[in-house]
């Protein structure tokens, strides 16, 4: 079982930035994939950003550039610095955790934080 809390959404204006915090309830280097996604209204939920055990960084195409996600194992923290905000950006983001074993692979979600880009 992997709990995820969500944080740091907000009102921003267009150009601003905000960063996301999820923590996890347990060790993230226990976990083989954590990642962010976004839904917005009437939209599908879609990746963002992940981060796996061990391996690279991928981005949506729509943030490249603009977003990093980043780890603090002693903190069992992900976080994802959002700069250059744009109003498509607006939605609401959840912290996704995967953790696999031999036979099988189970997804967390944290309840999501919301994030407004507007003037």
């Known amino acids: 079982q992997v709990q995820l809390v969500e944080s740091g959404g907000g009102l921003v204006q267009p150009g601003g930035s905000l960063r996301l915090s999820c923590v996890a309830s347990?060790?993230?280097?226990?976990?083989?994939?954590m990642g962010w996604y976004r839904q917005g209204t009437g939209k599908q939920r879609e990746l963002v950003a992940g981060?796996?055990?061990?391996?690279?960084?991928l981005y949506a195409d729509s943030v490249k550039g603009r977003f990093t996600i980043s780890r603090d194992d002693v903190k069992n923290t992900v976080y994802l610095q959002m700069n250059s905000l744009k109003p498509e950006d607006t939605a609401v983001y959840y912290c996704k955790a995967v953790v696999a074993s031999a036979y099988s692979a189970m997804d967390y979600w944290g309840k999501g934080t919301l994030v407004t880009v507007s003037s």
């Open positions: 347990r060790a993230i280097f226990s976990i083989n994939f």
């Open positions: 981060i796996p055990s061990g391996g690279s960084t």
